[in-house]
């Protein structure tokens, strides 16, 4: 496929999916990325011949030649979406032209071949279609969908590689938090940096997430849920999580996030509670917030919240900090009155519960 045109899928029903029963038991505690869908998505890509093969078919492992070059040289990138049950059973996905638009740009980051939005956004509706029945009825839960992308070229050399393999899976998840929104404690660690300047800290790669690992067993360690990035250079300002971005809130009401600079992932829940707090008349600044102003902020009481956000968890209250230095607390360490209301309007607009004016949410099915 070049240019304008559509791609076919090619549709092989799996010709054992799951009971109905088995399907329904699953679907009632099916966790985080445990339980999978009846079929994926695959699409070719080949130098010189471009985006073909695509099909829909039986879930089912990929065989690989030992010299493929993702096993050796990380070629790979991914997306993260939900899918939501609508009222009378339909299916609807929040603001998927953006993750569209981040894969692209994340390939081209990687030096991969870039699959045409609509053919993305064609591929998620397929496969939603023919698994309809594992999107969750629960109002928590919904269908997590993770496009990814490998070099699938045989070949040791170093070079971009010829040929990848696009592929679309999808996962039923319970709600993030069982019993409810609970705060989160954090390690910040001065050992460890996620992404630098000029680095892939932008691009939705899993070199980013392999390179956060030990930081993430360090913070387990100290007790902590997940690990902290500073500034890979002065090792200095606030980056974000392995896999959120995070906001402060003030005591005037307004909210700091760090900036795009190249070295933290543009989270579409970050840019969706910009200008969900903007709307609501908070004053939302993008700029550089430092280790040391925070530890200050937070024993003054100027600082009043911190949360993490990120399509998985959509806001998680920050509410212990840990470093090497020691700890403090946030506030009273538990649920600030401002993430707790941002979260809710979040997710009612996602569920379809409350009107979405910013043309986010999309029917599907
Ligand atoms: C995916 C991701 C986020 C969150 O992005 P969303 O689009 O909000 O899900 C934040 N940070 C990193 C490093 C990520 O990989």
Redesign the pocket.
């Known amino acids: 496929m070049n240019g304008g045109e559509r791609l076919e899928f090619e549709i092989h029903r799996n010709p054992a999916p799951v009971s109905a029963a088995e399907r329904a038991a699953l679907l009632a505690n099916p966790g985080f990325g445990r339980v999978f869908t009846d079929h994926m998505v695959t699409i070719r890509y080949a130098e010189g011949k471009g985006w073909y093969d695509a099909r829909v078919e039986a879930r089912a492992p990929i065989q690989m030649d030992p010299a493929t070059a993702v096993l050796h040289y990380a070629q790979e990138i991914f997306e993260?979406l939900k899918a939501y049950r609508a009222d009378g059973g339909g299916v609807t996905l929040f603001r998927a032209d953006a993750?569209a638009r981040r894969f692209r740009d994340s390939a081209q980051r990687m030096a991969m071949a870039a699959l045409p939005e609509q053919a993305f956004l064609d591929s998620l509706k397929a496969l939603v279609e023919i698994d309809r029945e594992w999107v969750p009825d629960d109002p928590e839960a919904s269908l997590y969908l993770r496009p990814f992308m490998y070099a699938s070229e045989v070949f040791l050399g170093v070079k971009p590689s010829a040929e990848y393999l696009y592929a679309v899976i999808a996962s039923p998840v319970g709600p993030y938090f069982k019993g409810g929104v609970a705060p989160v404690a954090v390690w910040v660690s001065d050992k460890y940096t996620r992404a630098a300047p000029g680095g892939t800290g932008a691009a939705?790669c899993g070199g980013?997430y392999a390179t956060s690992l030990v930081a993430q067993a360090e913070a387990v360690e100290h007790g902590c849920d997940q690990a902290l990035f500073l500034d890979a250079v002065e090792r200095r300002y606030v980056d974000?999580?392995?896999?959120?971005?995070v906001f402060f809130v003030f005591d005037d009401g307004s909210l700091v996030t760090p900036p795009l600079t190249g070295t933290?992932?543009p989270?579409?829940?970050?840019d969706s509670v910009l200008t969900l707090a903007r709307e609501q008349g908070h004053e939302v600044r993008e700029e550089l917030y430092s280790f040391e102003q925070w530890r200050a902020d937070a024993a003054s009481g100027r600082l009043r919240e911190v949360f993490a956000?990120?399509?998985?968890a959509v806001l998680t209250p920050i509410g212990t900090v840990r470093s090497t230095d020691g700890e403090f607390v946030i506030a009273d360490g538990g649920t600030g009155e401002l993430t707790g209301r941002l979260r809710q309007t979040l997710v009612d607009i996602q569920r379809g519960r409350i009107a979405d004016r910013h043309g986010w949410v999309r029917r599907i099915l």
């Open positions: 993260g993750n939705k980013n974000e999580l392995s896999g959120m971005n933290i992932l989270g579409i829940t970050r956000c990120g399509t998985a």
